[in-house]
Each structure stands twice: as structure tokens, then as C-alpha cells.
């Protein structure tokens, strides 16, 4: 009887040493992600997904800026409102009427979000330089990116995202009224 004791706590035990290291190797393996990119969205417009090599392909600018107390870094990315062009929606021609309460949102992996009137990207009305950067000083961006807005601009940089994940242009002129 002591001998059939013995074994049932020496297989239950075992079976709790597999459960455990099965449980372990789990967990130390990779998490499938998927590509990193950032969605462009505008009404009517069908989604864009910007990734890193579509990003690469597109004509980019560098600043030199510096995000709070760091020393200044060169930066390299697109202008937003090209970003915005490749999704359709162009800035050509002067934003006139209704156009002009349509706005940019733009969201963080961890939902932090910023907003700009698109008349704020307008050359001929506001144009704030607004950047997706994908590059910090020739690297690509570790913990902040892979991509992040910059508005080298600001007096401070409140509006430079981090891990952006969206880029939302939103129809002012069609809000509901009470």
C-alpha cells in the first residue's frame, strides 16, 4: 500500500514538473506580432497601411530638435501632409469652407493622442512642419518608435508621439449639431 502511495505522489509530481516547464518554455517564446505600421484613415478614402519600406520610399527631411531634457538629435521622416496625400487626401489646393474644421488625430500604441487642424498643415494657412520619423541620429527608433510625430516647431514637444499606430483625418464640416 505504501508502495502505491508513493507512486501516485511521484507521477502526480511529475506531472506538475511537465505542467511547469511546459508553462515556462510558453512564455519565454516569442509573441507573433504583427508588422509594425500605422494605419491612415479619412473619410471615404479607403484604409492605408503605412509600413517601414513604404515609408522608406516616400522623400524625407531631417531636423535637428531636441524632445525635453535631452541634447538635440538629428531626426529623418516624412511630412505628415505627404502621408496624408499617399491616403488620399491632398493639400494642394487651399482648404476652404467646411474643409476647414476637418482635423488629423493621431494615436499611440497606448492611446495617448494628439490633435491638428488640417488648416494647420495647409502651406498657404498655418503650415506646421509636422514629421513621422522613423530615424534618430541614422539609427531606427528603439523604445519610441517605429514610428514617431515630431513637431520640431513646438516650444515643447507634447505633440510628438510616441509608437504612433494611427493617423486619423476627421471630417469636421459633417458634425452633428443639437
Not at 484604409?47 to 516616400?58: E, F, I, K, V, Y
Not at 487642424?117 to 498655418?126: A, F, V, Y
Amino acid at each position: 500500500m505504501a508502495t502505491r502511495l508513493s507512486t501516485k505522489y511521484f507521477c502526480g509530481s511529475l506531472m506538475l514538473a511537465a505542467c511547469l516547464a511546459f508553462t515556462a518554455s510558453a512564455a519565454d517564446a516569442p509573441a507573433a506580432s504583427a508588422p509594425a505600421g500605422v494605419k491612415v484613415l479619412a473619410d471615404g478614402k479607403p484604409p492605408l497601411n503605412l509600413d517601414a519600406s513604404t515609408l522608406a520610399g516616400m522623400p524625407h527631411e531631417e531636423v535637428t530638435a531636441s524632445a525635453h531634457d535631452e541634447p538635440a538629435s538629428q531626426w529623418r521622416g516624412v511630412k505628415l501632409e505627404d502621408v496624408l496625400a499617399k491616403a488620399g487626401v491632398s493639400l494642394d489646393k487651399p482648404l476652404r469652407g467646411k474643409a476647414l474644421a476637418s482635423f488629423v488625430r493621431i494615436t499611440a500604441g497606448d492611446q495617448y493622442q494628439v490633435v491638428f487642424g488640417l488648416s494647420d498643415l495647409d502651406p498657404t494657412l498655418g503650415h506646421t512642419q509636422v514629421l513621422l520619423v522613423d530615424t534618430r541620429d541614422g539609427k531606427p527608433l528603439d523604445k519610441d518608435g517605429p514610428f514617431r510625430l515630431l513637431v520640431p516647431g513646438d516650444k515643447r514637444p507634447a505633440r510628438w508621439v510616441r509608437n504612433v499606430t494611427t493617423i486619423e483625418v476627421v471630417d469636421g464640416g459633417t458634425t452633428s449639431r443639437p
